[in-house]
């Protein structure tokens, strides 16, 4: 998927979109995923309004990866920067906010969806 940990089932969720901004991104992010190497796991994504990110791996015994990095939004296009964006580094995706959550897509078409943690 978008940086080592696959979810989601592909589809484009229903509801309207919801207008995004970059302070509407600002916050915490949740989702889960299967990652090749350590199975099943919860990510959190903390996006500061300064730009920067953290990325969390909680895995199934427990124990947690913290990794951090660097965003920024243009139009529709989400940039995420960091030493947890393998290989290069980077990750762009498009994204949009939805009833759902916070879509993102990849070039190849495969959607994530994240839910803000309340």
């Known amino acids: 998927m978008f940086w080592g940990c696959s ?3 592909g589809k484009t969720a229903a ?6 901004k970059k302070n509407g991104l600002v916050g915490l992010w949740l989702t889960q ?4 190497d350590l199975g099943a796991v919860n990510v959190a994504m903390t996006l500061r309004a300064d730009g920067k990110l ?3 791996q ?3 015994a427990g124990a947690r990866l913290s990794f ?4 920024e939004l243009d139009d529709a296009k989400l940039t ?3 030493v947890y ?4 580094g980077q990750s762009q995706v498009g994204c949009q906010i939805t009833q759902a959550g916070l879509e993102l897509k990849d070039e190849a078409g495969k959607t994530q969806i994240w839910r803000r943690a309340e």
């Open 7 to 9: 979810g989601g089932d």
């Open 15 to 20: 509801g309207p979109e919801i207008n995004l």
């Open 33 to 36: 995923g299967i990652d090749p």
């Open 54 to 56: 953290t990325i969390v």
């Open 58 to 60: 909680e895995l199934p």
């Open 68 to 71: 951090s990095g660097t965003w």
């Open 80 to 82: 995420l920067n960091g």
């Open 85 to 88: 964006f393998t290989p290069s």
